[in-house]
């Protein structure tokens, strides 16, 4: 298999756009063999088409894998969360974790004003660096943010946690998200 390299295509693509300067045609196939290895790399599928073919690269129709369709597009809307996370934020210094119904009561005494100072353990619980991937979690029904100084990752599983420096933020009623200050002007 013979190596290639963008020179080399550079002479038939300027022959088809013969006003385009060949140093921009250069630029505009970089820039585009580049966003598809980078979207490629962080788990992206990549779709391309023109009127003469289709091309697919991802992981929906692979032999191997019988994927259900709803799992598949949880998956690929976590991987497009995070990419756009990366592009356009920087670490605000929290993590986001939820409870259920059943959690929230075993700890519902510690979230009053007045034990604040206090720190809570919690045994076992999941933080995300993304409040939408939490979200996404349909388990869980109350939200929470915590301090947490130093990037962690996307998700991490954590085990004894004590702390007193984290907020409650929200529940979620129906497939929304309903936040404190709403909740408190009832």
């Known amino acids: 298999m ?4 963008v020179e080399d295509y550079i002479d038939k693509v300027a022959e088809k756009y013969d006003k385009i300067p060949k140093d921009v045609l250069k630029k505009v196939i970089d820039f585009g063999l580049k966003a598809y290895f980078r979207v490629n790399s962080m788990g992206g599928d990549v779709l391309l088409k023109s ?3 289709t091309a697919y690269t991802g992981k929906f129709f692979h032999p191997d894998r019988a994927y259900d369709f709803g799992k598949y ?5 976590m991987i497009k969360n995070r990419i756009q996370y990366v592009r356009k934020k920087k670490y605000d210094g929290y993590y986001y974790f939820g409870m259920t119904e059943k959690m929230y ?3 519902k005494d510690y979230f009053k004003t007045g034990r604040r100072h206090e720190k809570v ?3 076992k619980l999941y933080i995300y660096k993304l409040f939408s991937e939490l979200f996404d979690n349909t388990a869980f029904t109350r939200f929470f943010r915590i301090e947490i100084p130093e990037e962690r ?3 991490e ?3 004894n946690l004590e702390t007193s420096k984290f907020d409650y933020i929200g529940k979620r009623v129906d497939k929304k998200f309903i936040p ?3 909740e408190k002007r009832k």
């Open 153 to 155: 990752g996307f998700k």
């Open 105 to 107: 009561e075993n700890y």
């Open 180 to 182: 404190v200050d709403y």
């Open 51 to 53: 009127p003469y073919f």
């Open 121 to 123: 353990k919690f045994e």
């Open 73 to 77: 597009r949880k998956t690929k809307m």
């Open 157 to 159: 599983y954590v085990e």
């Open 2 to 5: 013979e190596i290639r390299r």
